[in-house]
């Protein structure tokens, strides 16, 4: 089992900034890859950002440039930083670790982020 908790969130103005955390307990070695996913009032959950155990990336287009995935492993945590911030970010913001030999996915609670105009 994979524990996740994300921490982070909160309100912020139009083009400022917020990091998030996720911090992993449990069984880590078994992780491939985690990412941040996120979820609008009324729409589906979608993809924000992945990072792989050998630190390659990959973004949604919407946050490319702007947000930055990374992990320290020393810690087991993982981060977003995310710049220039728009009304359209504002979302619950779930933090997602994958088993790659299960294909089995762990999310954390999820913290809001608000951005307001």
């Known amino acids: 089992q994979v524990q996740l908790v994300e921490s982070g969130g909160g309100l912020v103005q139009v083009g400022g900034s917020l990091r998030l955390s996720c911090a992993a307990s449990?069984?880590?070695?078994?992780?491939?890859?985690m990412g941040w996913h996120r979820q609008a009032p009324g729409k589906q959950r979608e993809f924000v950002a992945l990072?792989?155990?050998?630190?390659?990336?990959n973004y949604a287009g919407s946050v490319k440039g702007r947000f930055t995935i990374s992990r320290d492993n020393a810690e087991n945590t993982m981060y977003l930083q995310m710049n220039s911030l728009k009304p359209e970010d504002t979302a619950v913001y779930y933090c997602?670790?994958?088993?790659?030999?299960?294909?089995?996915?762990?999310w954390g609670q999820g913290t809001q982020v608000t951005v307001s105009s």
């Open positions: 990072i792989t155990s050998d630190g390659n990336t």
């Open positions: 449990g069984s880590i070695f078994s992780i491939s890859y």
């Open positions: 997602k670790a994958v088993r790659g030999s299960t294909n089995t996915d762990y």
